[in-house]
DNA sequence: AGTAGTGGTTCATATTGTGAACCCTTGTTT
DNA sequence: AAACAAGGGTTCACAATATGAACCACTACT
């Protein structure tokens, strides 16, 4: 591991839990010299990636930081760490795969790609998605702010026959992709597609978007539906990495349980 | 020069009018190796402070920066970066010094330290500044949204028979404050205090607040004023460095045509 | 006065970083 | 199509740089 690589991941044991840490503390937790700790840490305030808190001597992150960050955040759009994992989320499932941001109280599409598998395949001509009845939408009900739902609530228009048009029918849908970290939809906001569809988060670790998949009723299987689960959440992970968040805890928690699941069939060792 | 300093070094390159750099092209702007400079972009990539664009193989900054800013700035309230320079301040000028920061259209104190130099000085005891009629105020008209120039002239209030109250003359004096960098307040929020103020700006690269002195005006002699300027400008540099920001060059220059007149009735060489 | 905690420093040791020269690919010129 | 240029990435002998045990200085508590 070069030297330079050990001084960067010294910022990895700042977080808003444990915003100051000491030096000796920081060896303790990074498991390292003293004297390497330090000569770090001086690189770093060098740099302005930290700084010291004149009282306490304790170490904190550094202005800079707040610099790099708007320069990515100017120049860096959404979209550009969205593309790859789309492309690898729409391969290995073989499914028209897209992204979804949340601006304000509305969905809007990022990016949408199709795989060439099939012959027969979803096509996204939609650019904002009506939080009810689309797993994207279902998503942002799930982990976006509860004020969603008061909107989503207040226009349940029914696409097809299976569009959810209860409030309380919403709710108990919602809930349920809280708890499996999935959010599904069969056909209903367009027939015969059926969608799965996993929250994003960014920087802010709020939900920021979705990213979910749209396949044709006939072709989804229920082993199709395993490859395709598996397969979002890494989409999500990546995304959210590149966005500057992370999945929450109970989200990966989440997904967790509900791969476990199939396999609780199968006899355990 | 430690390996991990050079290695952060190279951040320094990405800026809002260059976000991408090639390998060759950043080996040229830096003056070192390639191979270095490539495993020096390793480790940053590493750990996601750079990343590659897929299609260019350009680097640009990455989205852990995005992370770590949003920790710095829950965790370091913008307080924290004031306090040592607004000292120095103090001291240095042996005048009353704060610092006030622009929220929505109105200006607050955020922190203010009397000097115990003199045993009259001026007592801080506002937390909102006026913006026609203080040096912060002015340095807010002069730097900030032109939006709030209209806040400004609607409400011209006369604390003082010197108070501008006419919209054209403080405009003009506004202008003044622009093209030399500093505000100047000679008893026009309240009698025989006299302030000087210069602007502050955050990571946005927008006017965040304002540093400035209020003198009792017997006290305040051109000497005086000169020592304060110099001063102001180091706190200011200061504090906006830990804001995340930089000094605009427009400003910077101001500053130094400011500080170079008085000389100018020296003799050149 | 003693102890245990902190941040910071030293210096012999050896791990690590370094850069000239190399390869490979792509796109352009002849 | 052959030659060329320019970019990213890699190699390996060489040397600079990083490392950590032991150290100092300071503070706070016993």
Redesign the pocket.
């Given at each position: 591991?070069?030297?330079?690589?050990?001084?960067l991941d010294l910022l990895t044991y700042f977080t808003v839990d444990r915003p100051e840490?000491?030096?000796?503390?920081?060896?303790?937790l990074a498991d390292?010299?003293?004297?390497?700790?330090?000569?770090?840490?001086?690189?770093l305030e060098g740099a302005g990636f930290v700084e010291?808190n004149p009282l306490?001597?304790?170490?904190r992150l550094g202005p800079r930081l707040l610099q790099l960050a708007q320069i990515r955040e100017v120049t860096v759009p959404r979209s550009a760490g969205v593309e790859a994992p789309l492309n690898v989320l729409a391969d290995a499932t073989g499914e028209t795969s897209h992204v979804s941001v949340l601006s304000g109280q509305t969905l809007y599409t990022l990016e949408a790609v199709e795989s060439p598998r099939h012959s027969i395949r979803v096509i996204m001509d939609v650019d904002t998605f009506p939080l009810h009845a689309t797993s994207s939408g279902h998503c942002a009900l799930a982990f976006g702010s509860p004020a969603l739902m008061d909107v989503a609530a207040g226009s349940l228009t029914a696409f097809t026959e299976t569009t959810v048009t209860d409030p309380q029918d919403l709710r108990t849908r919602v809930e349920v992709t809280q708890s499996s970290g999935f959010a599904r939809s069969t056909g209903s906001f367009e027939d015969d597609v059926y969608s799965l569809g996993v929250p994003l988060f960014d920087q802010t670790g709020l939900f920021a978007g979705a990213v979910s998949t749209a396949s044709v009723a006939s072709r989804f299987t229920p082993e199709l539906e395993q490859i395709i689960k598996s397969h979002l959440i890494i989409a999500a992970r990546a995304i959210t990495r590149n966005w500057g968040g992370t999945v929450p805890a109970s989200v990966e928690a989440a997904w967790a349980a509900t791969l476990a699941q199939p396999q609780e069939l199968e006899p355990s060792t």
């Open positions: 591991m070069s030297s330079a690589s050990k001084t840490i000491g030096l000796t503390r920081l060896c303790r390292r010299d003293k004297a390497t700790t330090y000569r770090h840490l001086q690189s010291q306490t001597k304790n170490y």
